[in-house]
């Protein structure tokens, strides 16, 4: 099995896609480089903490830990995210709502996912 098997990488791929796309396209030019530079940093570090975590699921707490700061980046993502429609940097309110809805039900993933990996640790 490798990392590109779970779930909850395929959807931050998709995301860290979709966002490289709209911060190129869909921005102010100014927001290229401020939070759209900044959105793009915390959702590749989504997938990367994923990717991280995972060569070290052997350490199950180092695991742990890197599906945690993966959770986190998450979350910082969603702000990004609120900061450009609330700023009317990103004008498209269908697309912040499929995104937004895409990054709520990633970090319901993750923490489900976490659980069930702490869960096996303790041998449940």
Same mark, same amino acid.
């Given at each position: 099995?490798?990392?590109? @098997?779970?779930?909850?990488?395929g959807?931050?791929? !998709?995301l ?5 796309k709209? #911060?190129?396209?869909d ?7 401020? !939070?759209?530079? %900044?959105?793009?940093?915390?959702? /590749?570090?989504?997938?990367s /903490? ?5 060569g070290?699921? +052997?350490?199950? /707490?180092?695991y742990i830990?890197f599906l ?5 980046? @998450? ?6 995210? !609120? @900061?450009l429609?609330e ?7 269908e697309?912040?709502? /499929?995104?937004?809805a895409?990054l #709520?039900?990633?970090?319901? +993933?993750? @923490?489900?996912?976490?659980q069930?990996i %702490? ?6």
């Amino acid at each position: 099995m490798s990392y590109k @098997n779970l779930e909850i990488w395929g959807l931050s791929r !998709e995301l860290v896609i979709e966002f490289h796309k709209i #911060t190129l396209k869909d921005l102010p030019k100014f927001e290229m480089y401020e !939070e759209g530079s %900044q959105i793009r940093r915390s959702i /590749n570090s989504v997938k990367s /903490n994923i990717v991280e975590g995972y060569g070290r699921r +052997k350490y199950i /707490n180092d695991y742990i830990h890197f599906l945690h700061y993966s959770h986190a980046s @998450n979350d910082e993502t969603i702000d990004h995210l !609120e @900061n450009l429609i609330e700023t009317e940097s990103l004008k498209d309110k269908e697309k912040y709502l /499929n995104l937004h809805a895409k990054l #709520t039900l990633l970090g319901k +993933k993750l @923490n489900l996912f976490i659980q069930s990996i %702490q869960r096996r640790a303790k041998g449940d």
